[in-house]
């Protein structure tokens, strides 16, 4: 048996409270708890305190400590239940008590996966690029099921993914401006399908791109076509160069006509 004789305010942390006991060799510090944990076992001065009660108050507070750290970590942003246990299990935190936890946040609201998917659906929505395919492989990621992830990209909708893709494409063409449009186009479509977007809504986004002004294609044939020129002028010259330069464009992808006004205006062949 073990009598309190003692209880002070921790200075770093005025929540917190040491118990001094005296086990009948003197007064030595014993343990420290929460305020919770202090009030609902209304400990006191004199109060005389069993070695398993002992036990269980500082289960208690660890209990409680754990708690208060998984609040800490779910004040910055809602977490899957996958996040809270791998958090709490870097933590160090025993199984027993990450059950524990978890069940508590679950009963107080604090933990539901669906709530969760759907945040972050709405949230990749309105800050990422990220088309359905990435975001409901970041879900899975999470832990959440599949199940839970369908429901959730459900406010991901069609007409929200065209839009975006859209805007995804536009930024891609207009970074591929002094490339052929069929290369700009066959970038676009690569770059939606990688950043995850399914081929309807990519073939819808690129339907929807602005055309592209004459002046721009031919704009770009120069600036392709003499840099091929560049290339190829002091290893080859005559025929040979007009062929080397006109299969570069080829494969770039410019219309036979620009690649023909190219060659006619900008090749020089001495006769």
């Given at each position: ?55 269980a108050l500082l289960q208690k507070d660890t209990l409680h400590k754990t708690y208060t750290l ?125 950043k995850g977007f399914y081929g309807d809504v990519v073939k819808e986004a690129i339907s929807q ?63």
């Open positions: 048996m073990a009598k309190i004789t003692r209880i002070t305010t921790q200075k770093k942390n005025k929540n917190r409270y040491n118990i001094y006991l005296d086990r009948g060799q003197g007064e030595a510090y014993g343990f420290s708890v929460d305020q919770d944990i202090l009030v609902s076992f209304r400990l006191q001065k004199s109060m005389e305190l069993e070695e398993s009660t002992i036990e998984t609040i800490n970590y779910l004040s910055y942003r809602m977490r899957s239940e996958k996040e809270i246990r791998d958090y709490l299990v870097k933590k160090e935190v025993d199984d027993e008590h990450i059950e524990e936890v978890v069940k508590r946040l679950y009963r107080e609201k604090l933990l539901d996966d669906l709530e969760f998917a759907i945040a972050l659906v709405r949230t990749r929505v309105q800050t990422s690029s990220k088309g359905p395919l990435l975001v409901k492989r970041e879900l899975i990621d999470k832990g959440v099921d599949a199940v839970k992830t369908d429901e959730a990209l459900e406010h991901y909708s069609f007409d929200k993914q065209v839009e975006k893709a859209s805007k995804v494409a536009e930024k891609k063409i207009k970074s591929d401006k002094k490339k052929s449009r069929r290369q700009q186009i066959q970038n676009a479509q690569q770059n939606l399908m990688q791109l602005p055309e592209e002004e004459e002046d721009q294609e031919w704009e770009a044939v120069v600036f392709q076509g003499e840099k091929l020129v560049r290339k190829f002028e002091r290893k080859v010259e005559g025929y040979e160069l007009k062929q080397k330069v006109k299969n570069g464009l080829y494969q770039k992808g410019f219309p036979f006509e620009h690649i023909e006004r190219f060659i006619d205006e900008y090749v020089q062949v001495e006769q």
